[in-house]
């Protein structure tokens, strides 16, 4: 019997010194990349709109309707971006959407700020977009999931049908979003 209660209580002790290492391991990992918010990948004092104040605001159907929105799309396409950044470890929530998905799963993806962003127009400022570039494939994801994307953040312009992006970023880990820091 006392061999019986040894050996349940070895187990158990065995269980939990693994279950506080895996913990452990993971508040490590986590603490590996700094959360940020998309407020941080935007220059103090920039204002995607101060300048399309200026040009008034016309119906859709008025030709100078199409002026406004054509100058706003460039100023949204070269948005300032916030260089100190560069070659961070960040951890950023934000929704996919695919730009390179095979049998293996998806490699590439748009990290967007807010659900619908890119597959409706406008798309948001390059300062708002994200082109990630997965280690891995990564598997499980569909379009507009919200995820935290995990990895090294570089300031790179890049163009895709979906809109511009001020940033670039190799994923180290794509995570399911579960809530804030989590």
């Known amino acids: 019997m006392n061999a019986l209660i040894t050996s349940r ?5 065995t269980f939990l010194t693994l279950a506080a290492a895996m913990l452990a391991a993971a508040r490590g990992q986590a603490a590996e990349f700094r959360e940020i918010s998309w407020d941080d990948l935007v220059p103090a004092g920039w204002d995607p709109m101060s300048s399309l104040k200026e040009m008034g605001s016309y119906p859709d159907t008025d030709p100078r309707a199409q002026k406004v929105y054509d100058r706003m799309r460039k100023l949204w396409d070269t948005a300032p971006t916030v260089s100190s950044l560069a070659g961070q470890a960040v951890r950023l929530p934000g929704y996919l959407v695919p730009l390179d998905t095979a049998k293996d799963g998806i490699r590439e993806f748009l990290l967007v700020p807010y659900f619908g962003a890119c597959i409706h127009t406008p798309p948001p400022p390059a300062n708002q977009i994200v082109r990630v570039r997965a280690q891995a494939p990564i598997r499980g994801f569909r379009t507009m999931d919200a995820v935290w994307v995990s ?20 994923a180290k880990r794509v995570d399911a979003y579960k809530g804030k820091g989590r």
């Open 151 to 170: 990895g090294s953040l570089a300031v790179e312009r890049s163009e895709t049908d979906m809109g511009s992006s001020g940033y670039t970023m190799v």
């Open 9 to 13: 209580y070895q187990t158990r002790r």
